[in-house]
């Protein structure tokens, strides 16, 4: 095979397609109320074509080859750590194409112009000027020009020519660490990464497209890759759009400040209204133009910069890239949600006069921001959805990599103070106000620095933090001299329905999960959040994030958020009997010394001062979060039957039989611990087959590795525990990066889960790994992919993405 694609090899594959029955059909209707709304469907392309402009029977975009892109090239080409920022999950992404800048830099001293997708640029010659080079043919020329000008082509034939073994693991050659260095060859450089990178063709570390799909995708490329129209936004969205756009632009000041405070809390995620299509989701964006008008999205860094016009508007733009599980959290709009805001924001009784500063100093610190609106108000806001806004951390561009996560343990629980305390202390709720008041300075967050921050200026707010906390211990204890020891009654109890009272956090080393209730077998430690802690949260990790910014800013939100940590763990030990804290929190913090002992030994949490919480026994941790789950009630969720089994039959009674009688088997592995956990890695789904193929079950795999302390940014596996480790065993899917899959036959599983136990030596594990698990190089690999994503949209609805390979393992 020359360097030119052979016309000759797709010719074969049209004739297997033809022999196979394997024909086209397009099908699509234009969208009046879409481009009413918001403009041309895409932004200005080469390749965008009128629907009359595809002959009948022609490949179609959206019929044909998203669906081939979505289900084999999203899995790692999404996102901001797409390689190369190569997003293949819309239009506009396999328009824009790729560039050799990283996004991810932890060294990087000066900060880069932006690059997100939809926004910093709106036009292929935009993204050019920005240096990001095509995937596709930009030069007129024959059909084989077509393809030997699309550097897309050109790496699925790579795969095609050099294509991977079928068995065993991957060579050493491929790299499949977070942090590798990235070959992004252009097309005219792509000879030269052939020769270097034979083996390195598209999908990259995994079996290639088959034949059906690889003739399709070259068949459109061939044609001119052309891009159809994207099928139209319902009837009802447009009505939806329309009320809720109509509410955010109200003119009065409250309403305008209101809608600024949520914009800058909704602003990342996905947003929903409940009861439409699953597919139809929402970015809440600033906008130059009215409602009725295309939007014209304002493209500032950060949600609180200062738009740079005098009037702008809140508006929905449609979410037009495939929706992926590591970004994926949604907030569902509802006609309760906007009663809710009226109930909260609007009949309650207090007066706007002014709307706050873009400045940094203000517009960083939402307690100035905001100072208008009662803090009560915005905590509530907060605790109504807090899965989603713990979410805003944890799937946004803040997460990713060990070092971004190892500021938290790999699992832990969540609860909340009840806004104002207690029943029945209304002088409680004063003094907190006026406490948190006269806090404004020490809270202040590294954002409100702006550029200015520079290298070392984390000493600054690390110094503030640290004073907060010394400042709250001594108010928690001027409470606990007044009112009493903190008492469950001071936890919000989700006012007895609501689930996002309790949270489990899971950290799969460089990702992590938050999902509602307490999954899981007691936790090492537990957090109980109040408004301070959960509104910097989201300053800090999300609203203030810049990923595209220089080292400077990382470092300092890495170290800040080291002070969330133990202020939400300061705030738990309170409800412990006070001769129990300081025990627990040395157990937390082992081989610590040196300077940053001075702040992590300090006992900030009412060190003599006595809970209020009743202990009946002397397991104090395991008793209080069993008193949690009876006042949360409802609230609380349904309990792990499977990781907090305390009777011999732990059955549930939703499940099926056949599910009842596998479930015994997990609850076995779930008890699990240290080093007959070897074999697993953080994430792993298992597909139990069953003799019925559409009655398979999954469950998933989490491993929660034990350290001595979370302290560092660097040298996890010196500071590991491995012996402490343990397993939690999930019913269904959680997490969005699996690390492996494992296929087991239902009567394999007794054998299946005493091999996990008693694994021993590498051979051991290869036998394990060659006949249990599903390895990169398994031909069959791709259809376990598309099997699990299946089973997740049906498990998970609206919730739902598709899930990320760039971290599957090479075992």
Same mark, same amino acid.
């Given at each position: 095979?020359?360097?030119?694609?052979?016309?000759?090899v797709y010719t *074969?594959?049209?004739?297997? &397609? *033809?022999i196979?029955g394997?024909?086209?059909v397009?099908?699509?209707?234009?969208?009046?109320?879409?481009e009413?709304?918001y403009g041309?469907?895409?932004p200005?392309?080469?390749?965008?074509i009128?629907d009359?402009?595809?002959?009948?029977g022609?490949?179609?975009?959206?019929?044909?080859?998203?669906?081939?892109l979505?289900?084999?090239?999203?899995?790692?080409?999404a996102?901001?750590?797409?390689?190369?920022q190569?997003k293949?999950?819309?239009?506009?992404?396999?328009?824009?194409g790729?560039?050799k800048?990283?996004v991810?830099?932890?060294?990087?001293?000066?900060a880069?112009?932006p690059t997100?997708?939809?926004?910093?640029?709106?036009?292929?010659?935009?993204?050019?000027?920005?240096e990001?080079?095509p995937?596709?043919n930009e030069?007129?020329?024959?059909?084989?020009a077509a393809?030997?000008?699309?550097l897309?082509a050109?790496?699925?034939?790579?795969k095609?020519?050099k294509?991977?073994?079928?068995?065993? +693991?991957?060579?050493?050659s491929?790299?499949l660490?977070?942090?590798?260095?990235?070959?992004?060859?252009?097309?005219e450089?792509?000879?030269?990464?052939?020769n270097?990178h034979?083996?390195w063709? &598209?999908?990259?570390a995994?079996?290639?497209?088959?034949?059906?799909? @690889?003739?399709?995708?070259?068949?459109?490329?061939?044609e001119?890759?052309?891009?159809?129209?994207?099928?139209p936004?319902s009837?009802?969205?447009v009505?939806?759009i329309?009320q809720?756009e109509h509410?955010?632009?109200?003119?009065?000041? +409250?309403?305008?400040?209101?809608?600024?405070?949520?914009?800058?809390?909704?602003?990342i995620?996905?947003?929903?209204?409940?009861?439409?299509?699953d597919?139809e989701?929402?970015?809440?964006?600033r906008?130059?133009?009215p409602?009725?008008?295309?939007?014209?999205?304002i493209?500032t860094?950060l949600?609180y910069?200062?738009?740079? #016009?005098?009037?702008f508007?809140?508006?929905?733009?449609?979410?037009?890239a495939?929706?992926?599980?590591?970004t994926?959290f949604?907030?569902?709009?509802s006609k309760?949600k906007?009663?809710?805001?009226?109930?909260?924001?609007?009949?309650?009784?207090y007066?706007?006069?002014?709307?706050?500063?873009?400045?940094?100093?203000?517009?960083?610190s939402?307690?100035?921001?905001?100072?208008e609106?009662?803090?009560?108000?915005?905590?509530?806001?907060?605790?109504?959805d807090?899965q989603?806004?713990?979410?805003g951390f944890?799937?946004g561009?803040?997460?990713?990599g060990?070092?971004?996560?190892d500021? *938290?343990?790999?699992?832990?629980w969540?609860a909340?103070?009840?806004p104002?305390?207690?029943?029945?202390q209304?002088?409680k709720?004063?003094?907190?106000?006026?406490?948190?008041?006269?806090q404004?300075?020490?809270?202040?967050?590294?954002g409100?620095?702006?550029?200015?921050?520079?290298?070392?200026?984390?000493?600054k707010y690390?110094?503030l933090?640290e004073?907060y906390?010394?400042?709250k211990?001594?108010f928690?204890?001027h409470?606990?001299e007044?009112?009493?020891?903190?008492?469950m @009654?001071?936890?919000?109890?989700?006012e007895?329905?609501?689930q996002n009272?309790?949270?489990?956090?899971?950290?799969?080393?460089d990702?992590?999960?938050?999902?509602?209730?307490l999954?899981?077998?007691i936790?090492?430690?537990?957090?109980?959040?109040?408004y301070?802690?959960?509104e910097?949260?989201?300053y800090?990790? #999300?609203?203030?994030?810049?990923?595209?910014?220089?080292?400077?800013?990382?470092?300092?939100?890495?170290?800040?958020?080291d002070?969330f940590?133990?202020?939400?763990?300061?705030?738990?030990l309170?409800?412990?009997?006070a001769?129990?804290?300081?025990?627990?929190?040395?157990?937390?913090?082992?081989?610590?010394?040196?300077k940053?002992?001075?702040?992590?030994?300090?006992?900030?949490?009412?060190?003599?001062?006595e809970?209020?919480v009743n202990?009946?026994?002397?397991?104090y941790?395991?008793?209080?979060?069993?008193q949690?789950?009876?006042r949360l009630g409802?609230?609380?969720?349904?309990?792990?039957i499977?990781?907090?089994?305390d009777?011999?039959?732990?059955?549930?009674?939703?499940a099926?039989?056949?599910?009842?009688?596998?479930? #015994?088997?997990?609850r076995k592995?779930?008890q699990?611990?240290?080093h007959?956990l070897?074999?697993?890695?953080?994430?792993?789904?298992?597909?139990?087959r069953?003799?019925?193929?559409?009655?398979?079950?999954?469950?998933t795999?989490?491993l929660? +590795?034990?350290?001595?302390?979370?302290?560092?940014?660097?040298g996890?596996?010196?500071?590991?525990?491995?012996?402490l480790d343990?397993?939690?065993?999930?019913p269904?899917?959680?997490?969005?990066?699996?690390?492996f899959?494992?296929n087991?036959?239902?009567?394999?599983l007794?054998?299946?889960?005493e091999a996990?136990?008693?694994?021993?030596?590498?051979?051991d594990?290869?036998?394990?790994y060659?006949k249990y698990?599903?390895?990169?190089?398994?031909p069959?690999?791709?259809?376990? #992919?598309?099997?699990?994503?299946a089973q997740h949209k049906?498990?998970?609805?609206?919730?739902?993405?598709?899930?990320?390979l760039?971290?599957?393992?090479n075992?």
């Open positions: 095979m020359n360097k030119y694609i052979s016309t000759k *074969i594959l049209a004739v297997l &397609m *033809i196979s394997c024909t086209t397009y099908q699509s209707v234009k969208s009046p109320d879409f009413a709304l041309p469907s895409k200005k392309q080469r390749y965008l009128e009359t402009d595809l002959a009948q022609a490949i179609s975009y959206h019929n044909d080859i998203k669906p081939i979505d289900s084999r090239c999203v899995a790692c080409h996102c901001y750590d797409a390689p190369c190569l293949l999950g819309s239009t506009a992404g396999i328009d824009r790729a560039t800048q990283l991810y830099d932890g060294g990087r001293l000066k880069i112009e997100r997708l939809f926004i910093d640029a709106i036009n292929t010659q935009g993204w050019r000027d920005k990001f080079y995937v596709l030069r007129k020329g024959s059909t084989q393809l030997n000008n699309s897309l050109k790496l699925i034939q790579l095609r020519d294509p991977l073994p079928d068995t065993g +693991k991957l060579a050493d491929f790299d660490s977070l942090e590798r260095t990235l070959e992004c060859p252009t097309v450089e792509f000879d030269k990464y052939k270097k034979p083996d063709g &598209m999908p990259y995994m079996p290639g497209l088959s034949l059906k799909q @690889e003739y399709t995708l070259m068949t459109w490329l061939q001119g890759a052309k891009f159809d129209a994207q099928p936004l009837v009802v969205a009505a939806a329309k809720w509410f955010f632009n109200r003119p009065s000041l +409250k309403q305008k400040l209101v809608s600024r405070y949520i914009y800058e809390h909704l602003f995620g996905h947003i929903h209204f409940k009861g439409q299509a597919e989701f929402y970015r809440m964006v906008s130059t133009t409602p009725g008008q295309p939007v014209n999205e493209a860094l949600p910069d200062d738009p740079g #016009v005098t009037e508007y809140y508006r929905l733009r449609p979410v037009e495939t929706i992926v599980e590591k994926h949604v907030y569902e709009l309760d906007m009663q809710r805001y009226d109930e909260l924001f609007f009949q309650a009784d007066s706007v006069t002014k709307l706050p500063s873009y400045q940094a100093e203000i517009a960083a939402p307690f100035l921001a905001f100072a609106i009662p803090y009560l108000l915005r905590y509530q806001f907060l605790l109504d807090a989603y806004f713990v979410s944890i799937k561009p803040v997460c990713r060990q070092m971004a996560l500021s *938290i343990r790999d699992r832990f969540i909340f103070f009840k104002g305390g207690a029943k029945g209304p002088d709720a004063k003094a907190l106000h006026n406490f948190l008041t006269k404004y300075a020490t809270l202040s967050l590294p409100t620095a702006g550029h200015k921050l520079g290298l070392f200026g984390f000493h690390d110094d933090a004073q906390l010394k400042n211990d001594a928690a204890n409470l606990i007044e009112f009493g020891g903190f008492q @009654e001071d936890i919000w109890d989700g007895g329905s609501n009272a309790a949270l489990t956090v899971f950290r799969h080393f990702s992590a999960t938050v999902v509602t209730g999954v899981g077998d936790p090492l430690t537990g957090w109980v959040v109040d301070p802690i959960f910097r949260l989201h800090l990790l #999300v609203a203030g994030f810049d990923v595209y910014s220089s080292v400077d800013h990382q470092l300092a939100s890495r170290k800040y958020m002070f940590r133990m202020d939400g763990e300061n705030n738990f309170r409800f412990m009997p001769d129990q804290r300081k025990e627990m929190h040395d157990s937390w913090y082992k081989g610590i010394s040196g940053i002992a001075s702040y992590i030994d300090t006992p900030y949490y009412s060190a003599g001062y809970t209020g202990y009946q026994t002397t397991r941790k395991k008793e209080f979060f069993n949690l789950r009876q409802k609230a609380a969720g349904d309990k792990d499977l990781n907090q089994c009777e011999e039959a732990c059955i549930s009674k939703e099926s039989s056949l599910q009842q009688d596998i479930d #015994v088997f997990m592995l779930a699990f611990k240290g007959e070897d074999v697993l890695p953080e994430m792993s789904l298992v597909r139990v069953t003799k019925q193929e559409h009655s398979d079950l999954v469950y795999l989490l929660n +590795k034990s350290l001595e302390n979370i302290t560092f940014m660097i996890e596996d010196d500071r590991r525990e491995r012996g343990t397993l939690t065993v999930i269904g899917f959680l997490g969005s990066y699996p690390n899959f494992f087991v036959q239902e009567e394999q007794p054998e299946f889960i996990i136990k008693h694994i021993q030596s590498s051979d594990k290869e036998a394990f060659s698990g599903i390895r990169r190089t398994n069959e690999i791709w259809q376990y #992919v598309d099997w699990f994503n049906k498990y998970r609805g609206v919730r739902a993405g598709l899930f990320d760039n971290r599957y393992h075992l």
